[in-house]
């Protein structure tokens, strides 16, 4: 569990979720996400799915995001 549970659960998960919320559209639409090197993943977990070791990933820059891209 990424922000623990009840009666731990961490504070700031509610800003976490929100701050990713908001940051990923502006970095999709920034960058092109691609692998550094291809390969298949081996998913690992019962609770939570996850690769046994993410692949490295690269960000290329598309060009320079536009002004009412950035703003909702």
């Known amino acids: 569990m990424p922000f623990g549970v009840d009666p731990r659960v961490c504070i700031g998960a509610q800003f976490a979720v929100t701050e990713l919320t ?3 559209p502006i970095m999709v639409r920034a960058f092109w996400p691609r692998l550094a090197e291809p ?3 081996r998913l690992v977990g019962i ?5 046994d ?3 490295p990933m690269l960000l290329q820059l598309r060009g320079e995001p536009k002004a009412a ?3 909702p």
């Open 39 to 41: 390969r298949i993943a």
């Open 53 to 55: 070791n993410p692949p």
């Open 69 to 71: 891209a950035l703003c």
């Open 22 to 24: 908001l940051l990923l």
């Open 47 to 51: 609770i939570r799915t996850q690769p």
